[in-house]
T-cell receptor, first 114, second 110 residues
Framework: DGGITQSPKYLFRKEGQNVTLSCEQN?????MYWYRQDPGQGLRLIYY???????QKGDIAEGYSVSREKKESFPLTVTSAQKNPTAFYLC?????????????FGNGTRLTVT | QKEVEQDPGPLSVPEGAIVSLNCTYS??????FMWYRQYSRKGPELLMY????GNKEDGRFTAQVDKSSKYISLFIRDSQPSDSATYLC??????????FGPGTRLSVLP
C-alpha cells in the first residue's frame, strides 16, 4: 500500500539534545513537507522540499533542520535551539507543489522534551 | 487576522443529523481548497479537494466553495458516531503553500 511512514510514533528527549524524526514515502511524490501541530492552532509549516537536494524554510523554521538526499525520504532534526519543541509533528507529501496537488499525511510523531 | 479561520467547536450533533462545517479565508489568491478529517493522535486524512468555486460531492460529503464571499463549507449527511473527529480546512494558491485552519472538533452522539 502506498503511503507515508513516520517513525517513531512517540519520542522522548531531554532538553538540550538534538533529535531526528523520520519520514518515508512510497507515493513517488516530488514534494514533501513538515508541519507542527499544537492544540488550538492550525498546522504550521516548518520546511518543505519540491525536489531532491532542494528545500525551503516554512513559517517556523528556526531551531529545525532538514535534508532531502532521496526522493522518498525527508528527515527532520529538532535541534536544541528550538525553544518549545514538544509538539505533534506531521510529515506530508504531494505530487506537485506548484499546482497545489493535495497533501497526503503520515500518522505523526509526538515529541516530548523534558 | 488569520488567513484561514474556523470555529473550533466543539460541535455536538445527534446521529443522523446533517452537519455543516465552515471556514473563512482572507487570501484572494486561493483557488484550491481541501478538507481533512483527523482522529485523535492520527494524521489528517484527505476528504475533499476542490478547485475554484462550486460544489463537489463524494458519498455523504459535499464541499462547497464561494470565492466571492471567501467562504468554504463541508456538509456531512447522515452523520455517524465514527464521524466524530477534528475537521481541518485549507486553502492555497498557485505557487503558494496551503494554509490550514485550526480545525473544528465534531462529536456525533449515538
Amino acid at each position: 500500500d502506498g503511503g507515508i511512514t513516520q517513525s517513531p510514533k512517540y519520542l522522548f528527549r531531554k532538553e538540550g539534545q538534538n533529535v531526528t524524526l523520520s519520514c518515508e514515502q512510497n507515493l513517488n511524490h516530488d514534494a514533501m513537507y513538515w508541519y507542527r501541530q499544537d492544540p488550538g492552532q492550525g498546522l504550521r509549516l516548518i520546511y518543505y522540499s519540491q525536489i531532491v537536494n532542494d528545500f525551503q524554510k516554512g513559517d517556523i523554521a528556526e531551531g529545525y533542520s532538514v535534508s532531502r538526499e532521496k526522493k522518498e525520504s525527508f528527515p527532520l532534526t529538532v535541534t536544541s535551539a528550538q525553544k518549545n519543541p514538544t509538539a505533534f509533528y506531521l510529515c506530508a507529501s504531494s505530487m506537485d507543489r506548484l499546482y497545489n496537488s493535495p497533501l497526503h499525511f503520515g500518522n505523526g510523531t509526538r515529541l516530548t522534551v523534558t | 487576522q488569520k488567513e484561514v479561520e474556523q470555529d473550533p467547536g466543539p460541535l455536538s450533533v445527534p446521529e443522523g443529523a446533517i452537519v455543516s462545517l465552515n471556514c473563512t479565508y482572507s487570501n484572494s489568491a486561493f483557488q484550491y481548497f481541501m478538507w481533512y478529517r483527523q482522529y485523535s493522535r492520527k494524521g489528517p486524512e484527505l476528504l475533499m479537494y476542490t478547485y475554484s468555486s462550486g460544489n463537489k460531492e463524494d458519498g455523504r460529503f459535499t464541499a462547497q466553495v464561494d470565492k466571492s464571499s471567501k467562504y468554504i463549507s463541508l456538509f456531512i449527511r447522515d452523520s455517524q458516531p465514527s464521524d466524530s473527529a477534528t475537521y481541518l480546512c485549507a486553502g492555497g494558491g498557485y505557487g503558494q503553500n496551503f494554509v490550514f485552519g485550526p480545525g473544528t472538533r465534531l462529536s456525533v452522539l449515538p
